[in-house]
């Protein structure tokens, strides 16, 4: 079965549309369209996509947005030209899911697709800098909720209680968890997800 995208972009950009970038792919069918409104309009006739993919130039530029409630139906990716944590923390904070690079190949930005589309979060390693590893940053829900313990302060002990689950389990998330933020230790976990917006 295809996996179904909704694109809101402006056809007009300077950029190559992400349909005509992945239209060689297979299992993926596409609809597009220029607006947030008119992406809520065709969800509302039948039209419910996978994924809802937008351009970064199209997110609402703050909360509350009257169309935006219209899309939470399926999750959001925020596809970006240019790697600024500045407008991937923007899209994060109004609910995106997450913030793929426009120059990345196909499959990589399928694969984030389908990552976003299985109830994960998903950051391009272009947004980490120069010295980010080569790999996508792609944290699982646990990994989230440890980063969110983390950054609350919580023990590897306190943790593992409130999450029901071994505190050897715990250090093995946070070990993941900084190796995926290319961070140095816990604090440093921290510091990084506060300054991308992920908690």
């Known amino acids: 079965m295809a996996t179904k995208v909704l694109i809101i972009e402006d056809p007009q950009g300077r950029d190559i549309p992400l349909e005509m970038h992945l239209r060689r792919e297979r299992g993926v069918a596409f609809q597009s369209t220029n607006s947030i409104p008119s992406a809520v309009a065709l969800m509302a006739e039948g039209e419910v996509p996978d994924i809802c993919v937008i351009g970064a130039e199209k997110l609402p530029k703050s909360l509350p947005c009257a169309h935006w409630d219209g899309l939470s139906e399926v999750p959001i990716a925020v596809l970006q030209s ?43 390693a272009q947004l980490l800098g120069d010295d980010a590893p080569l790999v996508e940053l792609s944290l699982s829900a646990r990994e989230m909720q440890v980063l969110e313990s983390i950054c609350k302060g919580l023990t590897n002990k306190e943790i593992a209680l409130a999450l029901s689950v071994q505190e050897v389990t715990i250090k093995l998330h946070v070990k993941a968890v900084c190796r995926k933020l290319n961070a140095r230790n816990r604090t440093h976990a921290a510091m990084i997800a506060r300054d991308l917006g992920l908690v």
């Open 82 to 124: 240019q790697p600024t944590l500045w407008t991937a923390r923007g899209a994060l904070k109004v609910g995106a899911a997450g913030v793929i690079m426009r120059n990345e190949s196909p499959r990589t930005i399928l694969r984030a697709l389908r990552f976003i589309i299985s109830g994960e979060r998903y950051l391009s």
